[in-house]
């Protein structure tokens, strides 16, 4: 499932004047700048939609959403821009985590607060004075995801993991925590193959296709680093009437959900949308108003399966 949300100014209606003199435009609203890696991607949609609705009773605020289509450069451009337009907060979700030193100079030579949301650019390092991140713990879900997987394999069998974009932090550490949790609890399972799909459904399904042929019935079970890749793998299984194969993605969207009630799909990890989008609008608040805050929040994973998903479902 994809979904597209609207780009430019997000206007909303008036309300109390919290902030500092010098922290609102003309107009009287404050601008704050939301660059996303990619639209199309059904789970940072969520998240803006939680970003926006953090700020629905906060009127005194523009919201302005920019589109970076997966390329790192047009992301500092949109950046760039934001700041040439007044922006007095910014939020961003890193196309590249290991390549956002420019976004991060940029915003702090303008004196303004940045909220890193969903990817971790500075993985165990410290954070620059200003620079904010609201995210998750990647590695757990990898962990979470594993430890169900080897339950529900009884320890045995090979698995296949597709995984995310090489140059996002959430990709490699889901990973590593699916490798490390193997290493630590489950030595009969092996790693039959690990593969890009860019975490993309289709993308999913023409791995899963290649896998099925190249190991057969080896093939036990398949962890996406996300659900619309993990949903790809389940439609390659029923097209080859492969019933015995265990799958389980991360996210929790709409799709993921309904793939566990139905029982196509074992598992998936719930990323809080609510708590990252909401955190990020939280943080933006509290650093416009010189609140005390930690610099960085972290959003628990959950793991999903057919025993709690009704809980999860609305």
């Known amino acids: 499932m994809k979904r597209t949300i609207g780009v430019g100014a997000l206007a909303l209606l008036a309300a109390a004047g919290l902030f500092a003199a010098g922290g609102k435009q003309a107009g009287g609203k404050v601008l704050v700048g939301y660059v996303c890696t990619n639209f199309n991607d059904t789970f940072q949609g969520y998240i803006m939609d939680e970003f926006k609705g953090y700020f629905a009773d906060k009127p005194d605020f523009t919201l302005d959403f920019q589109d970076a289509q997966e390329d790192v450069v047009k ?59 609201v995210g998750s713990q990647e590695a757990i879900a990898g962990e979470l995801q594993m430890t169900a997987m080897g339950k529900a394999l ?18 490699i550490q889901r990973t590593q925590g699916n490798e490390d949790t193997i290493k630590k609890s489950f030595p009969g399972i092996t790693v039959l193959a690990k593969e890009t799909g860019n975490w993309q459904r289709d993308q ?22 996300n659900d619309e890749m993990a949903l790809g793998a389940i439609e390659a299984l029923k097209a080859a009437g492969r019933t015995d194969v265990v799958v389980m993605g991360v996210d929790r969207i709409p799709d993921a959900i309904t793939a566990v009630q139905s029982g196509a799909m ?8 609510a708590g990252q989008g909401r955190g990020a609008g939280d943080a933006v608040y509290k650093a416009l108003q010189n609140q005390s805050q930690p610099s960085i929040t972290w959003v628990p994973f959950v793991l999903i399966d057919k025993g709690n998903v009704a809980q999860y479902s609305k």
């Not at 995984?163 to 959430?170: A, I, S, W």
């Not at 399904?205 to 680093?225: A, F, P, R, V």
């Not at 074992?266 to 949308?273: E, I, K, R, S």
């Open 154 to 171: 009884n320890g045995q069998g090979g698995v296949c993991i597709l995984m995310g974009k090489l140059d996002n932090e959430g990709a």
């Open 266 to 273: 074992a598992a998936t990890v719930l990323q809080d949308a």
């Open 204 to 225: 999913g399904m023409s791995l899963t296709e290649n896998w099925i042929t190249t190991y057969g019935e080896s093939l036990k079970g398949i962890l996406g680093n």
């Open 75 to 133: 992301q500092q451009d949109h950046v760039n821009n934001l700041i040439s337009k007044g922006a007095k907060a910014l939020v961003v979700v890193p196309v590249n985590t290991s390549a956002m030193a420019p976004i991060t100079k940029a915003a702090q030579d303008a004196k303004i607060p940045l909220v890193y949301v969903n990817r971790n650019p500075f993985g165990a390092g410290a954070l620059p004075a200003n620079v904010f991140y």
